[in-house]
């Protein structure tokens, strides 16, 4: 079974400051990791997604995330927030196992608040 | 593309009734996802089909409800009957095929309150 733990429900940070976000998985075999963001009455948005490659991956709005193997984690960053930052964050996790086809598991959600 | 279309986008009716939520998938897309969304319990994922097949279906809380894909660019959520705890917000998504394109795409949702 695979699994993603996110342990902060909420972040609070000053707009310009850096923003992390965390999150932990658990899957059997190699991991397809995801970062997804949620505005207010809006679905779920693609935010970047690490495959295999480089361990730092870049996605949109600034935003970059590193996947870390051996502490089976996939942090969230952003070098300087902005408040128009300020969402719900979802982390989540898919496997190459072909039976799982393209099934995502998310975590719980982080909101993230950004202040002036 | 218009992106996964979900109607309506809100629906309140009272308890016992029938509740039928819509989606249409991107064009081309072969996986369509159905989540709900409450605070309580998060984003749940409750059914997913590929190639308008159900694959799994695990996710769904009760016999009450019920999922279809009559072809590859609708499907339909059914509740009946209707209950206060349903009340949440229920998404639908579609992805392409493929470990490299599991992207999925999400619709702006249908937001049910059961009365």
């Known amino acids: 079974a695979q699994s993603v733990a996110q342990p902060e429900d909420q972040v609070n940070v000053a707009e310009g400051n850096p923003l992390t976000v965390k999150c932990t998985y658990s899957?059997?075999?190699?991991?397809?990791l995801f970062w997804y963001v949620q505005y207010p009455n809006r679905g779920l948005q693609f935010l970047l997604k690490?495959?295999?490659?480089?361990?730092l991956v870049k996605g949109s709005y600034g935003f970059e995330a590193e996947f870390n193997k051996s502490q089976t984690s996939f942090h969230l960053k952003k070098p300087s927030a902005l408040v128009s930052d300020s969402a719900l964050y979802f982390c989540?996790?898919?496997?190459?196992?072909?039976?799982?086809?393209?099934?995502?598991?998310f975590g719980g959600g982080t909101r993230v608040l950004v202040k002036p | 593309d218009a992106g996964v279309i979900q109607s309506p986008r809100h629906e309140v009716t009272e308890m016992g009734q029938e509740v039928t939520l819509r989606c249409k998938p991107i064009?081309?897309?072969?996986?369509l996802f159905w989540y709900r969304q409450t605070m309580m319990r998060g984003l749940e994922l409750l059914i997913y089909?590929?190639?308008?097949?159900?694959?799994?279906d695990s996710g769904m809380p009760e016999d009450r409800f019920s999922a279809k894909m009559p072809n590859a660019s609708f499907s339909t959520l059914k509740i009946q009957p209707s209950e206060p705890r349903d009340s949440a917000v229920y998404f639908c998504?579609?992805?392409?095929?493929?470990?490299?394109?599991?992207?999925?795409?999400f619709g702006a949702g249908t937001r049910l309150s059961v009365l």
């Open positions: 998504a579609s992805s392409l095929a493929g470990a490299t394109k599991n992207i999925q795409y």
């Open positions: 899957v059997s075999g190699n991991p397809y």
């Open positions: 690490y495959i295999t490659g480089d361990n």
């Open positions: 989540a996790v898919s496997t190459m196992i072909k039976a799982a086809g393209n099934k995502l598991t």
């Open positions: 064009s081309g897309h072969d996986y």
């Open positions: 089909f590929n190639n308008n097949v159900p694959i799994d």
